[in-house]
């Protein structure tokens, strides 16, 4: 069961691979700025996940112009995150919970994907500026999206 809406999103700091190396990606960076769209994913260079990743990536700027930043979450290694956006032109900020710590504190882990270990299920958060949670969805399976119609709705109602 994911954490649910109106609790407070737990802070984080997550390594992202860009241009200009490691860097870190904070949460509370956002508070008072604007909104966040978290989307935990089980796995880079899998089917669903690029479809996911590029379709969000395409939608972009409907996200950017509901004054929402978008940040994509696996347990992948940075590295592996960034030669996965170059190959699949992904534009979104990909950050690694390598040690599965954000998926536990979101309660979004989802054990033993294809007998290979525990991942990142797939789920959407929108957080609001204050650091609430405003959606919360956690799909029936990994190969199930998230209602993007209902997380562009609750960025409408903030924005």
Not at 113 to 131: E, H, M, P, W
């Amino acid at each position: 069961m994911a954490l649910s809406v109106g609790s407070k999103a737990p802070d984080f700091v997550l390594k992202s691979k860009q241009a200009s190396g490691l860097v870190d990606v904070k949460l509370s960076n956002n508070f008072g700025k604007k909104n966040t769209v978290l989307l935990f994913f089980p796995a880079a260079f899998t089917g669903v996940c690029t479809q996911e990743m590029c379709d969000i990536t395409a939608g972009l700027n409907g996200y950017s112009s509901l004054n929402a930043d978008v940040i994509g979450i696996s347990i992948d290694t940075p590295f592996a995150q960034e030669a996965w956006a170059q190959k699949e032109k992904i534009k979104i900020t990909l950050v690694s919970d390598l040690n599965k710590e954000v998926i536990k504190q979101y309660d979004v882990v989802f054990p033993m994907l294809a007998g290979v270990g525990d991942t990142a299920a797939r789920a959407a958060f929108v957080i609001d500026k204050q650091g609430v949670i405003r959606y919360s969805e956690r799909t029936a399976t990994p190969k199930d999206l998230p209602d993007f119609n209902k997380v562009k709705e609750t960025l409408g109602r903030l924005a």
